[in-house]
Structure formats: structure tokens, C-alpha cells
């Protein structure tokens, strides 16, 4: 037998080798192998099957061994393989080994643990005798005698005090036998077993959910590829119809994929999405895939996958690999979640990734949103995807009203900017007082953006990137978000020695302190990363707030997403200019998911719920379009708008970043090139830049960037990249294709 092997060594040519007889029977399309390469021993996937057209077969080295015994890469997987390395412009084995996780890769063995169960029964007064004689081969005896499982060897011998040699003699007497058993690593296993999850009932399902299940039920029945866009408002019980759409297919007998966001992966929804998993369809297991598993037991559910032993996966962005069997669903949840978007080689997208997935088995993909990114609606405006809305919320709950506060004229009246409005405030100690609970967001943390000398204007960069530090006042320290550098924060202005130091713009800190200055008698605190580096220090929160022991929250977008409160009455999006006014196309995009998924935090409960909005540019579109929950008319705003200047959905953007330490040698390098392309691929991709990028220096690396814009992305690469082979590079450049990238730079 020849196989044509993919290695995972830089190569992009897939190289020839015999399989010896012995291992002939495991070897197949997708089986992961050791093949000997250079004198190395390398990893590869067999890419195919057959002896190589211009090469004697007698010459052909062995495979040495066949990693596991089903193939690694089964079906479907190296055909998107090869989709992504084409697409995302990044060498196959890179995508190859993003699509296994390392401990796969590595073949690590199982877990596994040696037990002591009781063997033959004692002979008439065979225990008596071995007390005298033997007294800890009596005790271990009579103590397997008594137990129904077999019992963890090392635990046993310890808590009896016997020693190896004494179990090995009592199994070489037959009274006991010792065996080895496989031992199953559970992510999130402490939060099932601890009590504090409820298996959620099934809901009754409105109407809207019903037809939503029904037209979804349909499109799988009638089998085959395609897609639907599930449009549900925030509340809408989108999960319920996902969980109907997942039994259907597994009554059917197909696989299924769940992706979701990975903040949105806490061992609270991964255990209530995995109860009702288990509870819809009995008999299957649920594995869970994210990056904070062990490498055992990312195996181990791999495994449980790739053996047919499960059939379905709930996972963050790299679950689109998963070696689902027969997969038939595919789910992305909140699609338009930036956090489907690696940002290293491959720089996949998730979303569109599992969209190719579903197209290459001929599956059926569904993709959820409160607020569908511009692209998926765009795709179920031209009828690519099949459009399922759901307008109303469970239990005819009403969308929170929302208030706008126009900070401009607040500032005028107080004689001062204050963090929290009037009417912010009023609304807060309200909630208190009715015993109800408040969110406060603001997507800072730290205390202030910076700091600002009144004399001169100075304001206090990080010297390794170009950015402004953040003031912490908990630790009175100045840090850079970018790099984590930090210094003391000065008492003097560090340029012209003035003591009038300003800390303008608000981050959580200092919203917290308002808050708890406010509200003197309530318990205020805070969510952020910051406030997040002890361990399980999050999940006590959650659990505290969800408790009522905790009256106001603070905390940065890290808590907007996919927590539900029934006794959260009152949200405040303390200053909505921040993710507004950033340079980029995606700007409003982003501002619009923003508000409306803060807006669906309140009023969760059977109690209305009321959104504040503090901005200083009220009239702006997307705050009047998101006030009034206005998806359709903020995307055909939106959509005009970026078909007008190219972007994307109108158009693919990619983003070509150039590093380096010496920032005139990158300018000049970057112009060359810019001058190249523009000469080859005149009419196939246009050109913008090159530039500096947003914030032109990172841990002193200097960057510029290049964008094109694109409507046949794959040819675009290509071209690209045979440019990029031509073009004589200088060795301490580092360049990167970014497509589809998420922001500009
Ligand atoms: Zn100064
Ligand atoms: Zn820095």
C-alpha cells in the first residue's frame, strides 16, 4: 500500500511512502502517521491513496506508525483544509495543525489508572490463616471483599498502609485482580457535580419559536447543504430553538457542531446547555471544547468524537474542527461575534469556516443573533440564506425602555462632568431602593484613560507602544493595555514638573467609586480582567449578584454577553462614545450590537427593565436606531453606507501587516511593494495605503499596513502570495495577510 502523506514540517507537497503490511489495516484517508523525513521522524495526515505518477515505488521510504487507530482527519476535514490554506493565505500545515489540538498531534496516551477488585472467594478459613501470616495481605483482602466497584489501587494500598508486594501477592493468589481502566478527564466537571446548576426544563415554546423550529425541522428533512439565519430579538429564546433543531438531528441520527462565543463559554451555560443536551436526547454524550481544557482532556473528548463513541460538540471557534460523525448540524451562536476570528496563522473566521464545513458535507448550518453581523444579513437579503426571525421575546416580555442622556447638556448644569447623570443616578438609588439590582457597563478598565497635565497638555504614552496609559488608582499605577508596562502614577507632570494633573475619561474603578459614593449603604462591585486574576473569583461574583447579595455591578462588555438576571431591573451604559468613536468601518456595527445586548440584560425577569445611555452625540444614527431596537433600519442604513465606499459586505478586505524594529527601513519596504502590487494587479484588487497602522508601535515593534479590497478573494491570494515569493524581502520584516480581517489594523 502507498499513501501520499501530508507532513506537518512546512511542506506544502504532499510526499509518498509505503505502509508496511502490520500497520496496512489502519491506515486511511485522514489517519495521522509518523514517516520518517530528512532523518527526522515527522507528523503527517495521509492525503490520499495510490503510488506517486514520476517516482519508483521500490525507493520509497516506510510509515512508521499509524498515531491512532481512526482517522484524525476524517471525511470532509482535509478538503477544508485545503479551502483554508488557500483562503486564508496561510501555509496547510499551520491550518493542519489547527484543526488538532496538540495533544492528538502528539498521539498522548490515555489516562489511565490500575484497580484492585476482590477475586476468588476465600477458602474455608483462608483469611483466618493469612491474618497470622500475612496480616496486610488479610486486611486488603477482606477490604476488597466488602467493596462493589473496583477501587483506584493507590489510594487503597494508602489508606490501608499496604505495601505493593502485598497486593502483588494477594493477586498472585487469585484473591484479588488487579486491572487498568480508562480514566475520563470532564471539563466543568465541579460544576455539575456541585449543585448550584439546575437542568433547566424544557420550555413551552411560543409561537414564534415553533415556526422557527418548524422551518429549521424542514431544511433538515429535505437534507443537504444551506443555510439559515436565525434573527431572534435579545430574550427571544434562540437556545430553546438551537436545542430542538440538535434532538431532531440526533434522533436522525447525524452529528452535530455547537459553536459559541468563548466568553460565553462559563461553566454556567456549558452546564445547563449540556443538562438539557443529555435530557432532549438520552444516551448521547455532549463533549466540550474550549481553550482553557487540559490537553488530556481535549484528547479524551476528541477521541470520544473522532471513535463515534459522541455525536456532538459544544465548543468555542476551533469545535468547527471537531471530528464530529456524520456531521449534519452545524450551530454558531451570536455569529457576530469578533471572538470567531483567530487572530494568529490561520487567521480563520469560525463562522464562515463552519459555513464551508456544512457546504463540504452537504449540513445544514444555523447562525444566531440578536444582531447579525452586515455580511449575514446582507447574505439572507440577497436569499443566500434562508431568513428565520423571531420578533418577539419569551413570555411577551417587553424590550426595556431606553433612555438617552445628552451628557453635553449635563455637564452645563452640574458646572462639572460627573460619571454618573441625574438621571442615572435617580434611576439607581430607586432600584435600591425597591430591592432591585443594577448593572452599570463601561468598556474601560482602569480608572481613567489617562493622564493630562493642565499646564502643558501632556498626556503620558507607554514608551513601547504608541499608546496612552490607563490610571489605575487601586494600585496608583500607570499601565499600558497594549503591553502591560507600568510605572507609578506621577504626582508632577513627568514634562514641565506642573502638580495639576487631570485623569480625564472613565474607566471601571472610577465608575465603581461614583457608584459606591452614590449608593453609601449598597454593595457595589466590580467585573473586569483586573478585578478577574484570582481564580473562580468570577464565577463567586456571578453567583453572588444571581443571589441578590450584591446591589450594583460594575464591569467592562466581559459581563453584556449571555448572563440572564431575572431581578436586574436597571442598565447603564455609562459612556456609549467609546466604542463610537474608534476609527473603523465596523464602528457603528459594533456600537449597535453594544447597546442593544446591554439593553437586553434588563428586565430579564417578570419586571420591566430600563436602559440609561449617557453619550455626548445623542442624534447620532445607531444610538436613535438602537433605542427603538431597529435592526432593519440601522442595516439598510449601514449597508448603504459601506456599499458606497466598498466596504465589506460589498467587498473582501485584507489586511497586509508589516513589523519590524527599524521603522524607515519598514516605510520604504512597504512603499515598494505597495508600488509592485499596484503595477501587477491594476484592476483585481485595490489599493489603500500603505500607513502607519492605528497605533504604529507595539512593544517597540514598528508597524505599517496595506489594505486591498477584493471580490474573488481566493484568486487575490494567490496572486499575492506569487508576489510575495518574488519580491526580495528583507530578513527582519515580518509580514502577515489578514483576510476578512476584523478591524482595520
Ligand atoms: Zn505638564
Ligand atoms: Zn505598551
Same mark, same amino acid.
Given at each position: 500500500?502507498?499513501?501520499?502523506?501530508?507532513?506537518?514540517?512546512?511542506?506544502?507537497?504532499?510526499?509518498?511512502?509505503?505502509?508496511?503490511?502490520?500497520?496496512?489495516?489502519?491506515?486511511?484517508?485522514?489517519?495521522?502517521? @509518523?514517516?520518517?523525513?530528512?532523518?527526522?521522524?515527522?507528523? !503527517?495526515?495521509?492525503?490520499?491513496?495510490?503510488?506517486?505518477?514520476?517516482?519508483?515505488?521500490?525507493?520509497?521510504?516506510?510509515?512508521?506508525?499509524?498515531?491512532?487507530?481512526?482517522?484524525?482527519?476524517?471525511?470532509?476535514?482535509?478538503?477544508?483544509?485545503?479551502?483554508?490554506?488557500?483562503?486564508?493565505?496561510?501555509?496547510?500545515?499551520?491550518? $493542519?495543525?489547527?484543526?488538532?489540538?496538540?495533544?492528538?498531534?502528539?498521539?498522548?496516551?490515555?489516562?489511565? #489508572? @490500575?484497580?484492585?477488585?476482590?477475586?476468588?472467594?476465600?477458602?474455608?478459613?483462608?483469611?483466618?490463616?493469612?491474618?497470622?501470616?500475612?496480616?496486610?495481605?488479610?486486611?486488603?483482602?477482606?477490604?476488597?471483599?466488602?467493596?462493589?466497584?473496583?477501587?483506584?489501587?493507590?489510594?487503597?494500598?494508602?489508606?490501608?498502609?499496604?505495601?505493593?508486594?502485598?497486593?502483588?501477592?494477594?493477586?498472585?493468589?487469585?484473591?484479588?485482580?488487579?486491572?487498568?481502566?480508562?480514566?475520563?478527564?470532564?471539563?466543568?466537571?465541579?460544576?455539575?457535580?456541585?449543585?448550584?446548576?439546575?437542568?433547566?426544563?424544557?420550555?413551552?415554546?411560543?409561537?414564534?419559536?415553533?415556526?422557527?423550529?418548524?422551518?429549521?425541522?424542514?431544511?433538515?428533512?429535505?437534507? !443537504? &447543504?444551506?443555510?439559515?439565519?436565525?434573527?431572534?430579538?435579545?430574550?427571544?429564546?434562540?437556545?430553546?430553538?438551537?436545542?430542538?433543531?440538535?434532538? *431532531?438531528?440526533?434522533?436522525?441520527?447525524?452529528?452535530?457542531?455547537?459553536?459559541?462565543?468563548?466568553?460565553?463559554?462559563?461553566?454556567?451555560?456549558?452546564?445547563?446547555?449540556?443538562?438539557?443536551?443529555?435530557?432532549?436526547?438520552?444516551?448521547?454524550? =455532549?463533549?466540550?471544547?474550549?481553550?482553557?481544557?487540559?490537553?488530556?482532556?481535549?484528547?479524551?473528548?476528541?477521541?470520544?468524537?473522532?471513535?463515534?463513541?459522541?455525536? $456532538?460538540?459544544?465548543?468555542? +471557534?476551533?469545535?468547527?474542527?471537531?471530528?464530529?460523525?456524520?456531521?449534519?448540524?452545524?450551530?454558531?451562536?451570536?455569529?457576530?461575534? /469578533?471572538?470567531?476570528?483567530?487572530?494568529?496563522?490561520?487567521?480563520? %473566521?469560525?463562522?464562515?469556516?463552519?459555513?464551508?464545513?456544512?457546504?463540504?458535507?452537504?449540513?445544514?448550518?444555523?447562525?444566531?443573533?440578536?444582531? /447579525?453581523?452586515?455580511?449575514?444579513?446582507? %447574505?439572507?437579503?440577497?436569499?443566500?440564506?434562508?431568513?428565520? *426571525?423571531?420578533?418577539?421575546?419569551?413570555?411577551?416580555?417587553?424590550?426595556?425602555?431606553?433612555?438617552?442622556?445628552?451628557? +453635553?447638556?449635563?455637564?452645563?448644569?452640574?458646572?462639572?462632568?460627573?460619571?454618573?447623570?441625574?438621571?442615572?443616578?435617580?434611576?439607581?438609588?430607586?432600584?435600591? #431602593?425597591?430591592?432591585?439590582?443594577?448593572?452599570?457597563?463601561? %468598556?474601560?478598565?482602569?480608572?481613567?484613560?489617562?493622564?493630562? =497635565?493642565?499646564?502643558?497638555?501632556?498626556? #503620558?504614552? =507607554?514608551?513601547?507602544?504608541?499608546?496612552?496609559?490607563?490610571?489605575?488608582?487601586?494600585?496608583?499605577?500607570?499601565?499600558?493595555?497594549?503591553?502591560?508596562?507600568?510605572? !507609578?502614577?506621577?504626582?508632577? =507632570?513627568?514634562?514641565?514638573?506642573?502638580?495639576?494633573?487631570?485623569?480625564?475619561?472613565?474607566?471601571?474603578?472610577?465608575?465603581?467609586?461614583?457608584?459606591?459614593?452614590?449608593?453609601?449603604?449598597?454593595?457595589?462591585?466590580?467585573?473586569?480582567?483586573?478585578?478577574?486574576?484570582?481564580? %473562580?473569583?468570577?464565577?463567586?461574583?456571578?453567583?453572588?449578584?444571581?443571589?441578590?447579595?450584591?446591589?450594583?455591578?460594575?464591569?467592562?462588555?466581559?459581563?453584556?454577553?449571555?448572563?440572564?438576571?431575572?431581578?436586574?431591573?436597571?442598565?447603564?451604559?455609562?459612556?456609549?462614545?467609546?466604542?463610537?468613536?474608534?476609527?473603523?468601518?465596523?464602528?457603528?456595527?459594533?456600537?449597535?450590537?453594544?447597546?442593544?445586548?446591554?439593553?437586553?440584560?434588563?428586565?430579564? !425577569?417578570?419586571?420591566?427593565?430600563?436602559?440609561?445611555?449617557?453619550? &455626548?452625540?445623542?442624534? *447620532?444614527?445607531?444610538?436613535?436606531?438602537?433605542?427603538?431596537?431597529?435592526?432593519?433600519?440601522?442595516?439598510?442604513?449601514?449597508?448603504?453606507?459601506?456599499?458606497?465606499?466598498?466596504?465589506?459586505?460589498?467587498?473582501?478586505?485584507?489586511?497586509?501587516? &508589516?513589523?519590524?524594529?527599524?521603522?524607515?527601513?519598514?516605510?520604504? &519596504?512597504?512603499?515598494?511593494?505597495?508600488?509592485?502590487?499596484?503595477?501587477?494587479?491594476?484592476? +483585481?484588487?485595490?489599493?489603500?495605503?500603505?500607513?502607519?497602522?492605528?497605533?504604529?508601535? $507595539? *512593544?517597540?515593534?514598528?508597524?505599517?499596513?496595506?489594505?486591498?479590497?477584493?471580490?474573488?478573494?481566493?484568486?487575490?491570494?494567490? #496572486?499575492?502570495?506569487?508576489?510575495?515569493?518574488?519580491?526580495?524581502?528583507?530578513?527582519?520584516? $515580518?509580514?502577515?495577510?489578514?483576510?476578512?480581517?476584523?478591524?482595520?489594523?
Amino acid at each position: 500500500m502507498i499513501v501520499g502523506v501530508q507532513t506537518l514540517a512546512g511542506f506544502e507537497k504532499t510526499l509518498h511512502y509505503r505502509v508496511p503490511e502490520r500497520l496496512a489495516p489502519l491506515a486511511q484517508t485522514g489517519s495521522l502517521v @509518523r514517516v520518517p523525513l530528512l532523518n527526522r521522524t515527522r507528523l !503527517g495526515v495521509i492525503a490520499s491513496i495510490g503510488a506517486p505518477a514520476d517516482f519508483p515505488v521500490s525507493r520509497l521510504k516506510h510509515v512508521l506508525e499509524v498515531v491512532h487507530p481512526f482517522p484524525a482527519m476524517p471525511g470532509d476535514l482535509p478538503e477544508l483544509a485545503r479551502w483554508m490554506s488557500a483562503y486564508y493565505a496561510a501555509p496547510i500545515d499551520t491550518v $493542519i495543525e489547527a484543526m488538532l489540538p496538540a495533544s492528538v498531534r502528539k498521539g498522548a496516551r490515555l489516562k489511565t #489508572e @490500575r484497580t484492585l477488585r476482590a477475586g476468588r472467594p476465600f477458602l474455608q478459613g483462608e483469611l483466618e490463616r493469612l491474618e497470622k501470616r500475612a496480616p496486610a495481605q488479610a486486611r486488603l483482602a477482606a477490604f476488597l471483599a466488602r467493596q462493589l466497584v473496583p477501587q483506584k489501587k493507590s489510594l487503597v494500598l494508602a489508606r490501608l498502609g499496604v505495601s505493593a508486594a502485598a497486593a502483588d501477592a494477594l493477586v498472585e493468589k487469585g484473591l484479588a485482580v488487579e486491572e487498568e481502566r480508562r480514566v475520563e478527564r470532564t471539563a466543568y466537571a465541579d460544576a455539575l457535580a456541585d449543585g448550584e446548576l439546575v437542568a433547566a426544563q424544557p420550555h413551552v415554546l411560543n409561537e414564534g419559536q415553533r415556526a422557527a423550529v418548524e422551518a429549521i425541522r424542514r431544511r433538515l428533512a429535505a437534507g !443537504g &447543504f444551506g443555510v439559515t439565519l436565525l434573527h431572534g430579538v435579545t430574550g427571544s429564546g434562540k437556545t430553546e430553538v438551537y436545542l430542538r433543531a440538535i434532538q *431532531e438531528t440526533l434522533e436522525r441520527g447525524g452529528g452535530v457542531i455547537f459553536l459559541v462565543p468563548e466568553v460565553a463559554l462559563t461553566p454556567q451555560t456549558v452546564g445547563r446547555l449540556r443538562a438539557r443536551l443529555e435530557a432532549i436526547a438520552p444516551g448521547h454524550r =455532549c463533549v466540550v471544547w474550549h481553550s482553557h481544557l487540559g490537553e488530556g482532556e481535549r484528547l479524551d473528548g476528541w477521541r470520544a468524537l473522532a471513535s463515534g463513541e459522541a455525536k $456532538i460538540v459544544v465548543g468555542a +471557534r476551533s469545535a468547527v474542527f471537531a471530528p464530529v460523525s456524520d456531521l449534519r448540524l452545524v450551530v454558531v451562536d451570536e455569529e457576530h461575534e /469578533p471572538a470567531y476570528k483567530q487572530d494568529e496563522t490561520p487567521r480563520y %473566521n469560525g463562522r464562515d469556516v463552519a459555513v464551508m464545513r456544512a457546504k463540504l458535507r452537504g449540513a445544514l448550518c444555523v447562525l444566531g443573533s440578536a444582531t /447579525p453581523s452586515m455580511e449575514s444579513h446582507a %447574505n439572507a437579503l440577497a436569499g443566500k440564506y434562508a431568513l428565520v *426571525e423571531l420578533r418577539e421575546r419569551i413570555d411577551n416580555r417587553r424590550l426595556p425602555l431606553i433612555h438617552v442622556v445628552d451628557m +453635553r447638556v449635563e455637564a452645563a448644569r452640574q458646572r462639572t462632568l460627573p460619571v454618573l447623570s441625574g438621571d442615572l443616578a435617580r434611576a439607581m438609588r430607586e432600584r435600591f #431602593e425597591k430591592k432591585e439590582q443594577t448593572i452599570l457597563f463601561i %468598556n474601560r478598565r482602569g480608572y481613567s484613560s489617562s493622564m493630562l =497635565c493642565r499646564k502643558c497638555g501632556h498626556t #503620558e504614552e =507607554c514608551p513601547h507602544c504608541s499608546l496612552k496609559m490607563t490610571y489605575h488608582r487601586t494600585d496608583e499605577t500607570l499601565r499600558c493595555h497594549l503591553c502591560g508596562h507600568q510605572r !507609578g502614577a506621577p504626582l508632577r =507632570c513627568p514634562k514641565c514638573g506642573s502638580p495639576e494633573i487631570r485623569w480625564p475619561g472613565l474607566g471601571t474603578q472610577r465608575v465603581e467609586e461614583a457608584a459606591a459614593r452614590l449608593l453609601r449603604d449598597a454593595r457595589v462591585e466590580r467585573i473586569d480582567t483586573d478585578a478577574m486574576a484570582r481564580k %473562580n473569583r468570577l464565577r463567586e461574583l456571578l453567583a453572588e449578584f444571581r443571589a441578590g447579595k450584591i446591589d450594583v455591578l460594575v464591569g467592562t462588555q466581559m459581563i453584556a454577553k449571555g448572563l440572564d438576571f431575572p431581578n436586574v431591573t436597571l442598565v447603564g451604559l455609562v459612556d456609549a462614545d467609546i466604542s463610537m468613536h474608534v476609527p473603523d468601518f465596523r464602528a457603528r456595527e459594533r456600537t449597535f450590537q453594544l447597546l442593544v445586548q446591554v439593553a437586553g440584560r434588563a428586565g430579564r !425577569g417578570d419586571r420591566a427593565g430600563e436602559v440609561v445611555v449617557q453619550t &455626548f452625540t445623542p442624534s *447620532e444614527e445607531v444610538i436613535q436606531f438602537s433605542r427603538h431596537a431597529d435592526f432593519a433600519g440601522f442595516a439598510a442604513s449601514e449597508l448603504e453606507w459601506r456599499r458606497r465606499f466598498g466596504y465589506p459586505p460589498q467587498r473582501h478586505l485584507i489586511l497586509h501587516a &508589516f513589523r519590524g524594529k527599524n521603522p524607515d527601513k519598514l516605510a520604504f &519596504f512597504a512603499e515598494q511593494w505597495a508600488r509592485l502590487v499596484e503595477r501587477e494587479l491594476a484592476g +483585481r484588487v485595490e489599493l489603500r495605503g500603505p500607513v502607519e497602522a492605528p497605533i504604529a508601535k $507595539i *512593544e517597540d515593534t514598528y508597524r505599517w499596513q496595506l489594505w486591498y479590497f477584493t471580490n474573488t478573494v481566493t484568486r487575490a491570494v494567490a #496572486e499575492l502570495n506569487a508576489l510575495r515569493a518574488r519580491f526580495q524581502w528583507p530578513d527582519d520584516v $515580518i509580514q502577515t495577510l489578514d483576510v476578512d480581517a476584523m478591524s482595520l489594523g
